[in-house]
């Protein structure tokens, strides 16, 4: 598949497109990681907004103190939720019982 040439302001959108995703979900995962941000509300905002439901769920739940990567990786086999699985991408049961092995 050939992918059509952008011009060079479709080019720079597309970059400032992806920079505020990135923000996004920097902001979100600093929100989710001091307290401000319950589990659930951040999963309210992946209903809502495309940057944070491309979030991968692994990179969410690192972002806490005390969770790195092979902590994360047990919660979410607990939870029967696959590693390269993202927000968008989880059901309801999968949802509840993420926040039921994390307490928020």
Known sequence: ????DLTPAERQAAR????DARTTRAKVKADFA????SLSE???RSDTDEAVARM???DLLT???GIG???AQSIMEQCEISLNRRL???????RNALIDALGR
Not at 16 to 19: C, G
Not at 34 to 37: R, V, Y
């Open 1 to 4: 598949m050939v992918l059509k």
């Open 16 to 19: 400032q497109k992806a920079l």
């Open 34 to 37: 001091d307290g401000k941000l």
């Open 42 to 44: 951040v999963f309210e």
């Open 56 to 58: 991968r769920t692994i």
């Open 63 to 65: 972002a806490i103190k």
């Open 69 to 71: 990567e092979i902590r």
């Open 88 to 94: 968008r991408g989880l059901g309801h049961r999968q």
